[in-house]
Each structure stands twice: as C-alpha cells, then as structure tokens.
C-alpha cells in the first residue's frame, strides 16, 4: 500500500512539474532563463551518459567528444548551409549515433578502466582534431563558429508573444521532456531490462540468451545520440563554438552531474544539471580564492551523505515516510 500511495503521489507530482516548468518563461528574467535552459542542455546531455553507465554499466569519460561533434554538427549546418536551427538536431543525432555506435564495437574489447581510458583518450582527440588547419575552413578552428540567436517563430498569437530567450527555453524543454520519456519507455521495455541484466551480470545474461555485444555497442550509439542532440541544443543557446568549450574536464563534469543526481535514475539528470552549472558559481561566490576548495567540499558531503545521490535520496525519503512499523502481536 506504501508503494501504491508513492506511486500515486508521483504521478499527480510530475504532470504538475511539467505545467510548472513551463510557466516559469513568463515570471523569470531573462538571464535566468538563460541558465535554466543549459541546465536543461546539461541533463539531456547526462541522460545520455546515464543510458550508458547508469543502466548499462559502460563507464565513460569521452561523451564531451560526442557533445561537442553534436555542437558542430549545428553549428556548421547553421553558420555554413543556412540550415534552419531546429533541423539540425535530427543530423546530429544520426552523426553521434553512428560515431557511438562504431566506438563502441572495438570498445567490447574494453571494460571498466580500460573502457574508461579508451574514452578519456577520445575526450582529449576532439578538441584537437578541431584545431586541425586542414579543417579550419569547416570548423573555424581555435577561433570557433559564432551563431546569430533564434528567434520565436513567426506566427504566434498576440496573447502568446514571447522573446528568444522564452522561446529557446520552451524548445529545449520540450526535447528534454521527449528525451526523458523515451529513456523511461525504454527501460520498462524488453530491451531496457536486456540492458540492465548486462549491467549486473553480463555472463548470466549471455546464458539467457541476450547478445551482449550488439546491445553494448547500440547503447554507446544511443548515449551519444542523447549526448549530440544536447551538444547541438547547447551550440544553439550559446550561439558559440570552440574546441576549448568541449575539453576532458567537461566529460569529468558530466560524470559529476550523474553521480551526484544518482546513477541509474532519469529524473537525477535534471538535478545532476542544476549541481554543475550552479554549485561551482555558489562556490565562486563564498570564495574566489578557494572556489575549487569549497566545490571540491560539497562534492564530497554530497557523495558521503547520500551515497545513491540526491535522487536516490529524494525516492528514500517517502519510503520512509510512508514505512508501517509493525505493531506487537502481527
């Protein structure tokens, strides 16, 4: 019964989170929106490592590689073809799956740390095949690609007249509320539960007759099909690209944001945004001088106080509200 009266909260919770969530355009400032939206780029972006590490048990520190090819893809479609902005995202989701996908078919060789080091090897090649000369043309080099913000589209009623900065964030919303609902589709399908057996033990799986190989390597393709399509919403909110933006440190921060929200939990995507774009400025702001020192000290209460992270926490705390103590004579 404690399961079912959650559950039912839950789900009377989430369609108001929803309404709420795109309400805030029309009481928020615009810069506020501004940060609102990369930390919905962020958790679409930490979604995807998610798929991978969370329910797969993949570990990665190169998605920085497959954010920026995604952020590239838009970029250079943008500035070079004149392609509308929200057209790119569907390139750069087949260019990143198809990249992942190829990734992940050596990497089966690979597993744990030296997946991990395969990866962080990848994070630290992309920005300096961006800088190549050779592809300085396309990709603009250290220089970058600068991008012209969209604008709402044209057609709107009078009652519904909102600027770029409303519009921007109600798009980016709307693919990170499809991104989320896809990844629960998936893992309450056959394949999401394939995915997952694998994670706890891939052996017993192959005994049941999964093939391990073709879902690790279609998992790499789907995290970094989540992971561009973030890339390119971020390049599009930005309106910039550099191959300094996209370094390894910014694979350790997507790794931050998943720990931290809780690894194997969707809505601790959006919580793992919220932690890497704001905890570092909170930090800046107590200290300038010990801005690591302070970051590096939350991280650490986080991790030791809530081992599952927020998220897991959060799903504990009704737990045990709603916990029957038995009663003497039961």
Not at 11 to 20: D, E, F, K, S, Y
């Amino acid at each position: 019964m404690a399961h079912l009266a959650v559950s039912s909260r839950l789900r009377l919770l989430l369609p108001l989170g929803a309404a709420l969530a795109f309400a805030v355009p029309w009481v928020a400032s615009n810069f506020v929106l501004f940060q609102l939206t990369l930390v919905l780029v962020y958790a679409i972006a930490i979604l995807g490592l998610n798929l991978l590490t969370g329910f797969n048990g993949q570990v990665s520190l190169g998605h920085s590689a497959f954010f920026a090819l995604g952020a590239y893809t838009a970029a250079i479609l943008i500035d070079q073809a004149h392609w509308p902005y929200w057209a790119t995202l569907p390139v750069a989701a087949l260019l990143c799956f198809a990249f992942g996908f190829l990734f992940g078919l050596p990497a089966l060789r690979l597993q744990g740390s030296y997946l991990a080091l395969a990866t962080f090897a990848l994070a630290v090649t992309m920005p300096q095949l961006l800088k190549f000369s050779r592809l300085e043309a396309l990709t603009g080099g250290v220089q970058g690609i600068s991008l012209n913000k969209p604008s709402a589209p044209a057609g709107l009623p009078t009652w519904l007249t909102i600027n770029a900065d409303q519009w921007l964030y109600c798009f980016v919303l709307a693919v990170a509320l499809l991104a989320a609902a896809g990844a629960v589709q998936l893992m309450r399908s056959r394949s999401g539960r394939a995915l997952m057996a694998i994670r706890d033990h891939s052996i017993a799986a192959t005994a049941m007759g999964i093939d391990v190989s073709a879902y690790k390597s279609l998992t790499f393709g789907l995290s970094a099909l989540y992971t561009g399509v973030a890339g390119a919403l971020g390049a599009i909110v930005v309106q910039y690209v550099a191959p300094d933006s996209y370094t390894v440190l910014f694979s350790i921060a997507l790794l931050v944001g998943l720990v931290v929200g809780g690894v194997g939990s969707i809505p601790g995507a959006l919580i793992g945004g919220l932690f890497i774009l704001y905890v570092p400025n909170v930090a800046e702001k107590v200290s300038k001088s010990l801005a690591g020192g302070i970051y590096a000290l939350i991280l650490l209460l986080v991790v030791y106080l809530m081992p599952l992270g927020i998220a897991g926490a959060l799903k504990r705390w009704p737990a045990l509200r709603f916990k029957r103590h038995p009663q003497e004579g039961d």
